[in-house]
């Protein structure tokens, strides 16, 4: 018996010992901030796919898909980052439309990890009515910039949840002065 229990632990240790050599995990981010407006008044601020001019860092959008607003799930945008030098973007496709829900849901296709330090990133983001409030919430799931093991600092999963928390944040807080914070 007492060997049977060690082959187990012995058996179990080296599994949980390559679980761990097979790379990062996905990292999953929720960020939520209920403001003193109605859920459609937000929806109409920040619910189009091909404009995110109420984020302090986008300078501009630019949509490059098949999209439509008969089709919007085939919208592709380029958010135009503001710098001091170069024109850093981010390359986004539509993956879900439900403006019943005022819901979305995008996913990355293209960003340099020294834009962004994350791969393989999707997201949603909604307004729900929470009492007359708006409820934004903005959830996403990523890998961190270096998909192997031991990663640079500037890669790794806290620089990919520190950036992603800093995006999230940054339109969070713009809406906050907008609208107003609820209580």
């Given at each position: 018996m ?5 082959l187990?632990l ?5 599994l949980?010992?390559?679980?761990q050599?097979?790379?990062?995990v996905r990292?999953?981010l929720?960020?939520e901030q209920?403001?003193d ?8 601020a ?7 001019s109420?984020?302090?860092?986008i300078a501009r ?5 098949d999209g439509s607003?008969?089709q919007p799930?085939?919208s ?8 001091e ?8 496709v539509?993956s879900?439309?439900?403006?019943e829900k005022r819901?979305?849901a995008y996913?990355?296709?293209?960003v340099e990890?020294s834009?962004?330090?994350v791969t393989?990133y ?5 307004v729900?009515?929470e009492?007359g409030k708006?409820?934004v919430s ?9 998909p192997?093991n ?5 890669l ?7 950036a992603?928390?800093?995006?999230y944040q940054?339109?969070l807080?713009?809406?906050?002065e ?6």
């Amino acid at each position: 018996m007492t060997r049977v229990l060690a082959l187990t632990l012995a058996a179990t240790m080296a599994l949980a010992g390559t679980a761990q050599a097979h790379g990062p995990v996905r990292l999953k981010l929720t960020l939520e901030q209920k403001l003193d407006a109605t859920p459609d008044e937000v929806w109409a601020a920040i619910g189009k796919f091909d404009d995110m001019s109420w984020h302090p860092a986008i300078a501009r959008t630019e949509i490059t898909g098949d999209g439509s607003t008969d089709q919007p799930e085939k919208s592709e945008r380029v958010l135009h980052l503001k710098a001091e030098s170069g024109d850093p973007t981010i390359t986004e496709v539509l993956s879900k439309w439900q403006p019943e829900k005022r819901c979305y849901a995008y996913r990355i296709e293209k960003v340099e990890v020294s834009v962004l330090p994350v791969t393989n990133y999707a997201s949603t983001l909604c307004v729900k009515d929470e009492g007359g409030k708006a409820l934004v919430s903005w959830k996403g799931g990523f890998y961190r910039g270096y998909p192997n093991n031991e990663p640079p600092p500037e890669l790794n999963d806290e620089a990919a949840i520190q950036a992603v928390t800093g995006v999230y944040q940054v339109g969070l807080d713009a809406l906050a002065e907008r609208f107003g914070k609820a209580e």
